[in-house]
């Protein structure tokens, strides 16, 4: 044996003890050597692959850090989509969570739930090949996220090469959890960067949201994060039937996961188990809010389906959020894109939850007089949720009398026009389109990350281009001139071409996208997804009728009629028109594909024996059908691949839609 096979030979052991003492330390907690140890071993391995480079392999622990991001973050489409989950905050919520999705689904009455504790930290998808790490995908939007591979790689709870069974060695194995920073490395990282005069961060989940994105792995490095995965995709599921069988996979292959896990059986042992964890969560290492309920079930969860972005299947039960007490010093009128004027609290500054709160929404005239909040008032307030500053209650007893009650403008404070309050509705709103603060918001909609994601146009520049007259509404954008930006003050040589070249990128836009970037009343980003999806083209979405509109799942009269009638504004055509001219638009998406199934559409409940949803999903696409994630009006029909509850087959059979089984789908599929 020659002195290089000896030295590959010594090197694949040692690859394996240090991926064992890093699974210990990290994962485990239990260490069994000295870090000096580690240490002196991984400076071995260092010095093998010095002398022999091409034996250098992605999963060695000396590839954890790389050289720096060039170019910023690349984008990555996901798989499948990485949803989000209702909140709920009483046991009453998880028994009408509960009632709803058993109408749906009559085996809901008898399922299990899988409970564990909600993390607070930033989603991440892992993907593995044949075993060996290859990408990590943030959550980004759900459908799209950033590549952060070499980020990933740094933190020691990732395994660069799957551990134990076989089965998600081989394939594509995608693993989902979040990133978190515990409590303790939050506060002392925290330190060290004040002492550094370096910013702070207000909590341990905006630290980790802030550290993965650093272009320097080294810098990722330096700080303790941990992965703590939560999901566990193959495509062989026959050992992931259940939540449990998941979790318990997890750990397998050399996860961190949720504290906790348990089974239980109903809406008191759920509520239960949240009583248990009430005060005790406050004892973990890291930040959470609630806990996470979801039927254990995965075959029964994937049959109830999504609404919007949220599964039915699951919801997070949140603990009372923190909640503080300051002064209300003031109260302004805040103009939103679509007119709405809403009343914002100025408070006196005060930390809750981590984080300084200077002002929150007050939502409209009628919850204030709810509330019975004066000017000056000492007010309780809280972050619903963990997140959006709340006004809750003024405190009556500490009032001195030099409180004045709030009185609803009768302008609008940006253009001076009349406020207006459509019949039926509790906000006033501007309905003066050309109003200025109606103006920048919607443009600042329109370059948003949810929209057309144009960087370099936040709130300063859009306020300094429309201040000096550069533009007058988004279309604009598309004509503004590299001399034009370096009249300003805000711009220099480099910055101005960026922000042009900016602009320039999304002259043809996703159709998604832009339907979304228009700011159209009702018209979300979900909403605006299923009309590229069933339109195909804006033309077809810009003259499509209101019955058209509201048979699309979804989109119902009121949000159809406001489609219509945004298209029909003179001001909106006006706005089309010149987006036309300065050459945006926006992509057709290709027509879907014709075959055999073409004009039919698929619903499948229950699991399939054959082969997983995803790609019975595709087989229909392929041969020119339609797979929906419920029974509606237009699903022609229902796939029963497991047990189906009553109350589906009952709303099959309401609607006209055919019950068929797995083999029947089967010849379908195997039909020309």
Known sequence: MDEKTKKQARLTVLKKQLHDYAYQYYVLDDPSVDDAIYDSLFAE?????????????????????????????????????????????????????????????????????????????????????????????????????????????????????????????????????????????????????????????????????GTIRQLDPAITAERKLYFRAYDLLHDDTA???????????????????????????????????????????????????????????????????????NPRSAIAFKYPAEQATTVLKDIFISIGRTGAATPVAVLAPVVVAGSTVQMATLHNEDEIARKGIRIGDTVIIQKAGDIIPEVLEPIINLRDGSEQEFVMPKSCPD????????????????????CPARTWRHIQHFASKGALDIDGL???????????????????????????????????????????????????????????????????????????????????????RVEELSAVEGVGVVVAESIVAWFADTENQQLLTKFAVNNVEPQTLAAPKTGSLTGKSFVITGGLSSMSRETAADKIRDLGGTFQSSVGKGTTYLVAGGAVGASKLAKAEKLGTIVIDEQALLAMLDSK
């Not at 720096?68 to 949803?83: E, L």
């Not at 001076?416 to 501007?430: A, H, S």
Request: charged fraction near 25%; include cysteine; proline fraction near 3%.
């Open 458 to 544: 936040g709130e300063k520049n859009v306020i300094a281009l429309l201040d000096n007259k550069l533009i007058v509404d988004a279309a604009d954008l598309y004509a503004l001139k590299k001399g034009q930006l370096l009249t300003l003050e805000r711009f220099a040589e480099l910055s101005a071409q960026n922000l042009i070249d900016a602009i320039a990128a999304k002259k043809n836009p996703p159709l998604a996208k832009f339907i979304f970037a228009l700011g159209i009343r009702h018209v979300g980003a979900q909403t605006a997804v299923d009309l590229a999806n069933t339109f195909r083209s804006f033309s077809a979405v810009q003259t499509a």
């Open 415 to 434: 253009c001076d026009t009349l406020l207006v309050k459509p019949d039926g509705e509790v906000v006033w709103r501007c309905p003066n389109t050309a």
């Open 45 to 209: 391995l260092k010095n093998i692959e010095a002398a022999y480079p091409e034996l250098i392999s992605a999963d060695s622990p000396t590839q954890r850090v790389g050289g720096a991001v060039k170019d910023g973050f690349k984008k990555v489409t996901h798989r499948t989509r990485m949803v989000s989950i209702n909140d709920v905050f009483d046991q009453s919520e998880v028994q009408a969570w509960l009632d709803r999705i058993t109408k749906l689904d009559a085996r809901v009455a008898t399922a299990m739930f899988w409970a564990e504790i909600k993390m607070d930290g930033l989603a991440c998808s892992l993907i593995y090949e044949d075993g060996l790490l290859v990408r990590a995908v943030t959550r980004g939007d759900g459908f799209v996220g950033e590549d952060v591979t070499s980020n990933i790689k740094t933190i020691g709870s990732v395994p660069l090469q799957l551990r134990g069974p076989a089965t998600f060695g081989q394939g594509i194995t995608e693993v989902r959890g979040e990133i978190v920073m515990y409590k303790t490395d939050f506060e002392q990282l925290n330190t060290e960067l004040k002492k550094k005069g370096e910013k702070t961060y207000a909590n341990p989940r905006n630290l980790a949201a």
């Open 239 to 309: 050992k992931l039937q259940t939540q449990e069988q998941v979790v318990k996979s997890l750990q397998a292959i050399g996860f961190l996961v949720s504290e906790a896990g348990t089974l239980l059986k109903n809406t008191d042992e759920i509520y239960a188990y949240s009583e248990q964890w009430r005060e005790k969560r406050h004892q973990l290492a890291f930040n959470t809010d609630g806990l996470v309920i979801k039927i254990n079930d995965r075959n029964l969860a994937s049959s109830l389906g999504v609404v919007g972005k």
